[in-house]
């Protein structure tokens, strides 16, 4: 092992100092004055990427972070998006390196398996879809999901491992909360209006500050004495934000999703605290702050959509559009752009009539609109595959990891929650927090306690 550890080395100062005079070479022969810089950044970058290609764990953590980042607080996209791709790529290059390297056994989950199923019919759609760079796009959205779920089912597989995915999604949680009071308090925000926060969709906000709550209320249940406590404050804070947020984001489906998760947390033992002083924190603020409140009473009333939003017409074209096309759909990434002539038939609304494209803000109707029939099959057992999988797993894995109870009292209100919100949602089929929500529904099952995983980090 020290003679690997000697050869590591050697072979590190031999590829600084091969990048170096490669570096000084082609800046003595460039007119170019940005020359410099440029080798800089290179430099940079390429340590960097061998500092983590050496840590998949931390990789991972990194790729995860950068795929939830909102929109808001990213730099130019054209240099952003790269970015995001090349570390993606990097964790899973890092990862085969190391399990190739200590011989580990790859894990395969059901649920892995079953989104290479949908998109290998989604490529086949591509022979009858009228938009082949649109199809190209969701095939993206959906290889980045299965990487995503395929890294974390791999590598979560211990409780040290699991807590670094929560600080991941705590430390985003508190970038978007600190987001919101901003936009608020200094921003062009007036009570009425919709609260836009960090650029994201209003709609999206609450779903989001949901799926990282459980990365807040982690720490409580891994912690003890004073930090304990400074933890449930700081977790009762984040509750209390969330409300106020979600409230002046003025979203039904956002709202509702809420009072889901706040009264399931009511009826379980370990999350009840969360629970009774959400619940607390509702009832203040409709009798002590109606002004919360007043927008988003406004959009549940007929005039604004009413309780659907305008949702049921969506869904009504939807259908109409698979009964045209069961078995092939519009082609992956095409439904959207074939929708607005069924929405003609059931719909007199002006402003839905002069949209080019429209989701059916609902990710079952989405993937069936996209893929037909077979294409929804598929997509639906992607969800039964992971609620199955973190069912089953509770009593295995509470038995020989007592440590690992709080977690299925927390996620089952977060994914319940989540899951009932999505289905009045669009655009969710495939995003990165969508294939976040099943990856941890079903790291449970992939925990390894007689044969600890050792991560690299």
Request: charged share 10%; hydrophobic share 50%; glycine share 14%.
């Given at each position: 092992m020290a003679h690997f550890r000697d050869a590591f080395r050697s072979q590190s100062v031999l590829l600084f100092l091969v990048l170096s005079a490669g570096g000084v070479l082609a800046l003595l022969v460039s007119n170019d004055p940005r020359a410099p810089w440029l080798f800089s950044a290179g430099?940079?970058?390429?340590?960097?990427?061998?500092?983590?290609?050496?840590?998949?764990?931390?990789?991972?953590?990194?790729?995860?972070?950068?795929h939830l980042t909102p929109t808001g607080i990213r730099f130019d996209d054209r240099i952003f998006d790269p970015i995001v791709h090349l570390t993606t790529a990097l964790a899973l290059a890092s990862w085969l390196s190391n399990t190739v390297a200590h011989r580990r056994p790859i894990t395969w989950n059901m649920i892995c398996v079953i989104?290479?199923?949908?998109?290998?019919?989604?490529?086949?759609?591509?022979?009858?879809?009228?938009?082949?760079?649109?199809?190209?796009k969701k095939l993206v959205a959906y290889a980045i999901g299965f990487l995503l779920i395929f890294l974390i089912?791999?590598?979560?597989?211990?409780?040290?491992?699991?807590?670094?995915?929560?600080?991941?999604?705590?430390?985003?949680?508190?970038?978007?909360?600190?987001?919101?009071?901003?936009?608020?308090?200094?921003?062009?925000?007036?009570?009425?209006?919709?609260?836009?926060?960090?650029?994201?969709?209003?709609?999206?906000?609450?779903?989001?500050?949901?799926?990282?709550?459980?990365?807040?209320?982690?720490?409580?249940?891994?912690?003890?004495?004073v930090k304990r406590r400074l933890m449930l404050t700081v977790s009762i804070a984040y509750v209390l934000f969330t409300v106020v947020l979600v409230a002046l984001s003025g979203s039904r489906g956002s709202t509702i999703a809420v009072v889901i998760v706040l009264v399931t947390f009511?009826?379980?033992?370990?999350?009840?605290?969360?629970?009774?002083?959400?619940?607390?924190?509702?009832?203040?603020?409709?009798?002590?702050?109606?002004?919360?409140?007043?927008?988003?009473?406004?959009?549940?009333?007929?005039?604004?959509?009413?309780?659907?939003?305008?949702?049921?017409e969506l869904w009504d074209a939807s259908r109409l559009l698979i009964?045209?096309?069961?078995?092939?759909?519009?082609?992956?990434?095409?439904?959207?752009?074939?929708?607005?002539?069924?929405?003609?038939?059931?719909?007199?609304d002006p402003y839905k009539l002069g949209r080019a494209t429209y989701p059916s803000h609902n990710p079952i109707l989405e993937a069936s609109t996209d893929t037909g029939l077979p294409g929804m099959s598929i997509y639906l057992c992607l969800y039964a595959s992971a609620v199955i999988q973190f069912v089953r797993s509770r009593r295995r894995a509470c038995a020989r990891e007592k440590a690992l109870l709080p977690y299925f009292h927390v996620m089952f209100g977060v994914a319940l929650a989540f899951l009932i919100a999505a289905m009045k949602?669009?655009?969710?089929?495939?995003?990165?927090?969508?294939?976040?929500?099943?990856?941890?529904?079903?790291?449970?099952?992939q925990f390894s306690y007689r044969t600890r995983v050792s991560e690299t980090l």
């Open positions: 430099l940079c970058g390429i340590a960097i990427g061998y500092f983590l290609f050496q840590r998949p764990l931390t990789t991972l953590y990194i790729a995860l972070f950068l989104t290479a199923l949908y998109m290998s019919w989604g490529i086949v759609s591509l022979l009858w879809a009228p938009d082949i760079v649109e199809g190209r089912t791999n590598q979560i597989k211990s409780l040290r491992a699991l807590d670094g995915l929560m600080r991941v999604l705590r430390l985003n949680a508190w970038i978007i909360v600190i987001g919101g009071i901003y936009a608020a308090l200094l921003g062009n925000f007036t009570l009425g209006d919709r609260l836009k926060v960090l650029n994201m969709n209003e709609n999206a906000l609450g779903m989001v500050l949901l799926l990282m709550l459980p990365g807040v209320i982690w720490p409580v249940f891994r912690s003890e004495g009511a009826f379980s033992r370990p999350t009840r605290p969360w629970g009774m002083i959400g619940v607390f924190i509702v009832i203040g603020a409709v009798l002590g702050a109606p002004f919360l409140e007043g927008g988003l009473s406004k959009r549940f009333m007929e005039g604004e959509g009413g309780n659907l939003g305008g949702r049921a009964y045209d096309h069961p078995l092939t759909g519009a082609g992956i990434g095409n439904g959207a752009a074939l929708l607005p002539q069924y929405v003609q038939e059931v719909s007199n949602s669009g655009g969710l089929e495939a995003q990165p927090t969508l294939f976040l929500l099943l990856a941890l529904l079903v790291i449970p099952a």
